[in-house]
């Protein structure tokens, strides 16, 4: 684990490059992905063509990099090369669910996850989902302009169907599933086959599914959310954890699924914003 963060110090450089270089990387790799895992299009066209629709942007959306604010570029920069880093890794090894985690609440990975996402869906036929994992905040359903159920929960108790919990947002390709209405502990919820199953549905409609979770400590719901999953992606904040908490942290992930860390709240020189930096 140490050298992920080892490797975090020298992400200033890399951040810089122009989103033109950015560009002509992204095309290469989406010609790999069609190599990849294919996603049926007929099949998530019919299922998804009658969601419900949201729009992205309350008081929690504030800071979503695709706002239109010059002052946000930096950052929309160095979510694009994440999100290239990431799919360097999907086009490698066929990967298409992606947990974003933190050790302790209030490092950033909820943010994380919605501007991943949201890069994601700029690019062509880049169908994306993310889902709100975390059911004790539901920070992410809080940035889109719609109820929280049905959602997640009620799609894993078997109350309804996953098309019918699905919302598509005002960002084309960007669909997101809500964390939805807890009636049981949130754990016994991702136990059994129900968790794993319906990933599996979603990725015959999606080319890739972003999951933010609750943070790995003390809580168990992590472990039994990343279990289904493909990768993991760490957010770390800087100045916020201590050393002690990211080894205990690292000694319980699995580390075979371990992308990379996602070094959080650098000074990048950019007033009022958070820098997002990214190690592997």
């Known amino acids: 684990m140490s050298k992920f963060f080892n490797e975090t110090q020298n992400a200033h450089q ?25 996603v049926n299009a007929p099949l998530a066209e019919a299922r998804l063509a009658h969601c419900r629709q949201v729009a992205l942007g309350n008081g929690n959306a504030a800071r979503l990099v695709l706002r ?22 999907q086009a490698k090894s066929g990967l298409r669910s992606i947990v974003i985690t933190s050790s302790l609440p209030g490092e950033g990975k909820t943010l994380t996850t919605m501007n991943l996402g949201l890069c994601y869906a700029q690019l062509p036929q880049q ?13 992410l359903t809080s940035m889109i302009d719609h109820p929280s159920s049905p959602g997640l929960a009620e799609v894993l108790s078997g109350d309804v169907a996953p098309d019918e919990a699905i919302v ?26 129900r968790w ?10 999606f080319k890739v599914i972003l999951i933010d979770t609750l943070p790995i400590l003390p809580l168990a ?8 999953c493909d990768g993991i992606v760490m957010v770390v904040r800087a100045r916020h954890g201590q050393r002690k908490t990211l080894r205990k942290m690292a000694s319980s992930l699995d580390t075979k699924k ?14 009022d914003y958070d820098g997002y930096e990214y190690g592997s």
């Open 14 to 38: 890399w951040a810089q490059q122009k989103l033109v270089n950015q560009d002509l990387d992204v095309r290469q790799i989406l010609e790999s992905l069609k190599r990849g895992p294919a």
């Open 68 to 89: 239109h604010d010059d002052s946000l570029n930096p950052a929309l920069e160095t979510y694009c090369g994440l999100r290239t880093k990431l799919m360097r890794a």
């Open 127 to 139: 169908r994306v989902l993310v889902i709100d994992g975390d059911m004790r905040t539901r920070g």
């Open 168 to 193: 598509a947002t005002s960002q084309k390709n960007l669909f997101i599933l809500p964390a939805g209405t807890v009636s049981s502990p949130s754990p016994e919820l991702f136990t059994g086959t």
């Open 196 to 205: 794993q199953e319906f990933l599996g549905q979603c990725g015959e409609m």
């Open 221 to 228: 719901d992590f472990e039994l959310i990343s279990a289904a």
């Open 258 to 271: 371990l992308l990379g860390v996602v070094f959080n709240a650098t000074d990048v020189g950019v007033k």
